[in-house]
């Protein structure tokens, strides 16, 4: 890299980079009052122009009346501002946009207009149903065959859930037909807190990747601080797998009054060890920090979580981030 190049996100990507950081976030409530969303999208942009991310996550959410949960959703669905119109509001925040896209919501005509019309220069993740046997307007394959025949140089990215390769043993299969069919260039996971499942999911991606003889893609671990026990409970609901001890440590903490710290200091630790195991299996790891509350104590979190994820990254990956791509093959 020439001194004074700032690399893109896209260029990152397409390298195959290691240490690539975004910041996630969800749109304002559709219920807030239009004239208050100019205010809160220049205090939004200015936080994020002040911090050191490689592109800004955009989530898409809707009602997953059909996700089978092991407990009862703990906050009401609420539409959200879309954020191709929330992305317009907030204007040249200094890095470009990846929008999540759930097919849930979306028919072949819409899906395609906004592919056509409205992704250029963003980025786009395609999502699927919270539920295998829900009904969707269109296929993943759909979708994904609809932006190929679109919008072909928007940068595709793909969900990956290590709970469900937990339960299913096939996330890593899944991973690389999204790869290689689907025209995926890299991964977002749903928010890990079990080292374990995360690892365990890596591991199996790599091995079959080198058996395929086909080169790992960036994976960003998405991170989310933990401000209450009722934030918990809607990790829980979303099937995010919460170690058992780490559940206690955060659950005695929130006694304390510290449970956002913890979940912090938690996930910093997370990360590191898997940094260092994705190091080793050359495999270029990321990380998306999240910020899905609207309380100001886990906003300023998620900006603490990030500013120590990047330097954890910047020392494991210290001469690997300056390569073209990360070595695939021993």
């Not at 910041?23 to 911090?51: C, F």
Request: with cysteine.
């Amino acid at each position: 890299m020439s001194e004074g190049h700032q690399v893109s996100f896209d260029e990152k990507i397409r390298q195959r980079s290691c240490g690539v950081i975004t910041y996630g976030m969800t749109p304002p409530k559709l219920s807030t009052e239009v004239s208050k969303l100019p205010a809160l999208a220049d205090t939004h942009r200015q936080r994020l122009l002040n911090i050191p991310v490689d592109a800004v996550i955009l989530y898409d959410i809707h009602d997953e009346q059909d996700r089978a949960a092991a407990v009862p959703r703990p906050f009401p669905f609420s539409e959200t501002v879309d954020g191709f119109d929330w992305a317009d509001r907030l204007g040249d925040v200094g890095k470009p946009f990846v929008h999540f896209r759930c097919i849930a919501k979306y028919d072949a005509v819409a899906f395609a207009s906004q592919l056509r019309d409205r992704f250029s220069p963003h980025a786009v993740v395609i999502v699927g149903g919270a539920a295998a046997a829900q009904q969707l307007p269109i296929t993943m394959d759909e979708a994904y065959r609809i932006r190929r025949d679109v919008a072909p140089a928007v940068l595709l990215g793909a969900v990956a859930i290590p709970e469900r390769h937990a339960a299913k043993g096939n996330e890593h299969e899944r991973m690389i037909t999204k790869q290689v069919e689907g025209g995926a260039s890299f991964f977002v996971t749903q928010c890990v807190y079990s080292l374990e499942e995360a690892k365990n999911l890596l591991s199996d991606y790599a091995v079959l990747c080198r058996e395929k003889n086909i080169p790992m893609l960036p994976i960003l671990v998405t991170l989310t601080p933990c401000g209450s026990t009722k934030t918990l409970t809607f990790l829980r609901w979303l099937g995010v797998k919460v170690s058992k001890w780490l559940e206690n440590d955060l659950r005695d903490a929130a006694d304390d009054g510290d449970i956002l710290e913890e979940s912090v200091d938690a996930l910093l630790a997370l990360l590191k060890e898997l940094a260092h195991f994705a190091r080793r299996k050359n495999i270029p790891l990321g990380c998306n920090i999240e910020s899905v509350a609207v309380r100001k104590a886990e906003l300023e979190a998620s900006i603490r979580l990030l500013t120590n994820a990047q330097l954890i990254l910047e020392e494991v990956f210290h001469d690997a981030r300056s390569k073209q791509s990360v070595v695939v093959h021993q």
